[in-house]
């Protein structure tokens, strides 16, 4: 096959990959592994499609492989580059994205979710040039002649265990999390008259509407506030309410009227913060702690348990799949997929409608190149076994402290479009790295990967020396490139079609489809055993935002399993 033949064909499939994954992309739930598995399974049927286009050029076996592994990778990027679309229209991100999403739906509840589409579009393409620039130097250091993956296997359960403390580390208490028992310190007051205190419910939430009595008329006071949480003390009756960004300590004297509701005596109104004390973050962390063991527990259960895998029940027969896969797919489907959507119904705020005038992104080109590096370096991170693009995104937060205030809803205008940047760059840059560490220490280190390695097979080959690049590896980073260039124009495409029409989109009969679809994949796919899988993790994947943690720590599952290997 020519040089020119291959290069059509690789656009072809690479195309056909891109529509693949707007697909994946958008639709939440629907993950690039589902995919993968499909691609695998139904390996040879591909084959024989692109015999039927490409046979003319007289392909060879390497070179067919290489063709359909292109669909891989032409999905796995344009999915990086789509994903955050619904994480912030539809509020049902994934593992990858989840970090994104508050800061990425504050803009769009304020009409701005187009402008956050561009930042993660700058973030996605500038990691792909970013992951390019840093191929060489992390195939020195990860390869010959540093070899430091194989240097630091004998210490590798020391820094999973160091990465799993650290990620344990970062959970700390929030205003919201205070309880009834929870001292405040007061900031400034003001003295009130006699009020009218009525407890409504506006848009799906209790609130307090307060009205001044001693004005004559039914004159509003400036409080239509969230109650976060309710107690009596000494007699005065206490609600702590959440205002915009402020939180607001009411103090009640006195006993109420029956109808209605006024106080006989002053109403004292401040602002007010929390007296957060180490008990409280080490609350948090135990928290954390427990979802993490807890996600550890199960991975071993599925993974070190002699013979689970083979004690099912499957409509079909896939022998291209290794058993540990099988058993991983229902597990991830329940612990990041299923339960975002079920918890997702639950919460469906409605949509305004948003300015697509007002889309510019205020970052100067020294401000993107540092949230696009730091976002890249940290998805370094992603060679060690067990370590998500979730675990590479918390690191990347912490590279600097803009990030961090971005992730926690209190940074200004310019570091939140930096944070969605960074993000954004950690997702993709995490993929074209496990596409790299396929080559150089013959890991897969993503299901998208172990598709591409079950692909190719015995003529997978280690790029051993520096100058003699695999060419299954050369032509799959071009790949990558193209899929790239094509989905800049896919995601603001979307991106705009969603900010025009979000406010009209049917969720909760999308995330019905979705269930329905993710069911029969794992009946297919993983058999009977699947689905008692998935209804487990499915379960344990709900309590990160009931108990008020980050998902993060659901990657447990894979981490301790891990680390237990390398003791």
Known sequence: MGTIELLLAIIVFTLLGCIVGIITGLVPGIHVNNVAYMILASQSMIVSMAIWAFGWALPSNLELMIIVCCLVIGNVI???????????FLGAPEGETALSLL???????????????????????????????????????????????????????????????????????????????SKFEMKGHCLLGQINIEQVTHDGQEVLELSNLDAGTEEMVALKATIINKFSDAGSRFYLLKDGNNQVLLEAL??????????????????????????????????????????GLLGIALLSTPGMASRNIFLIEISSLDPSTVLLFPLFTGLFGLSTLLMSMMDSPEI????????????????????????????????????????????????????????????????????????????????????????????????????????????????????????????????????????????????????KYCSKINYTMLVRTVIVFLLAMIILFSGVLGLVILAIATCVGMIPPLIGVKRVHLMGCLIVPVILFFI
């Open 352 to 499: 305004p409608e948003q300015d697509l005038s007002r889309t510019k992104v205020r970052l100067s080109l020294k401000q993107q190149f540092k949230a696009i590096m730091s976002g890249t370096i940290a998805s370094t991170a992603s060679w060690f076994p067990g370590v998500s693009a979730a675990i590479s995104t918390i690191i990347s937060v912490f590279l600097h402290k803009s990030n961090d205030d971005a992730a926690e809803g209190k940074a200004n205008e310019t570091e939140t479009q930096e944070f969605l940047v960074s993000v954004s760059a950690v997702n993709t840059s995490v993929a074209l790295f496990n596409l790299m560490a396929l080559f150089v220490i013959l890991k897969s280190k993503s299901w998208a990967m172990k598709a591409v390695e079950g692909i190719i097979a015995n003529n997978l080959t280690e790029w051993e020396p520096l100058g003699n690049v695999p060419m299954a590896m050369s032509s799959l980073l071009l790949a990558a490139l193209i899929a790239a260039l094509v989905s800049i124009p896919l995601a603001l495409f979307f991106g705009k079609i969603f900010a």
């Open 103 to 181: 800061p990425g739906h504050r803009m769009m509840l304020a009409g701005r979710g187009y402008e956050a589409v561009k930042c993660s579009v700058i973030g996605s393409f500038g990691a792909v040039l970013g992951a390019l620039a840093l191929l060489i130097p992390m195939r020195l250091i990860i390869g010959s002649p540093i070899n430091a993956y194989d240097a630091l296997a004998a210490w590798m359960h020391l820094l999973l265990l160091g990465i799993s403390i650290f990620l344990i580390m970062t959970e700390i208490a929030r205003p919201g999390d205070v309880s009834r028992k």
């Open 78 to 88: 344009t999915h990086t580059f789509l994903d955050f679309i619904p994480s912030v």
């Open 254 to 295: 006195g006993q109420p009227l029956v109808e209605p509701e006024i106080d006989e005596q002053i109403i004292a109104i401040g602002s007010i913060i929390p007296i957060l004390t180490w008990k409280d973050h080490l609350k948090k962390r135990a928290l954390a702690a427990g979802v993490f063991l807890l996600s």
